[in-house]
Nanobody, 120 residues
């Protein structure tokens, strides 16, 4: 089970840190990802990190601004979001799967989502 938190309202240029906690003893076996969905749009890949944390993946629009990380000892994953833009406004979901993927259909396990709103 995944639980996302940390969303909120921030002004453009500001920062937020999202967290995702997981239950279960097999957390370290999974690739973890962040996706987002804005109103009227399809769910979009944001970032992913492999089981060891040694490989990370980002959508081009967040490269250099967002950083994904994980702590397998604590069963947690984070997304540090800097230089936020109004177009980053969306519900952010954490997800887990046994393989590395960048499409939402590849992920089986999902958290409930946390809302990020960036005002201009």
């Amino acid at each position: 089970q995944l639980q996302a938190s940390g969303g909120g309202l921030v002004q453009a240029g500001g920062s937020l840190r999202l967290s995702c906690s997981a239950s279960g003893s097999t957390f370290s076996r999974y690739t973890l990802g962040w996706f987002r969905q804005a109103p009227g749009k399809e769910r979009e890949f944001v970032a992913a990190i492999n089981w060891s944390g040694g490989s990370t993946y980002y959508v081009d629009s967040v490269k250099g601004r967002f950083t994904i990380s994980r702590d397998n000892a604590k069963n947690t994953m984070s997304l540090q979001m800097n230089s936020l833009k109004p177009e980053d406004t969306a519900i952010y979901y954490c997800a887990a799967e046994t393989i590395v993927g960048t499409h939402y259909s590849q992920y089986e396990y999902w958290g409930q989502g946390t809302l990020v709103t960036v005002s201009s």
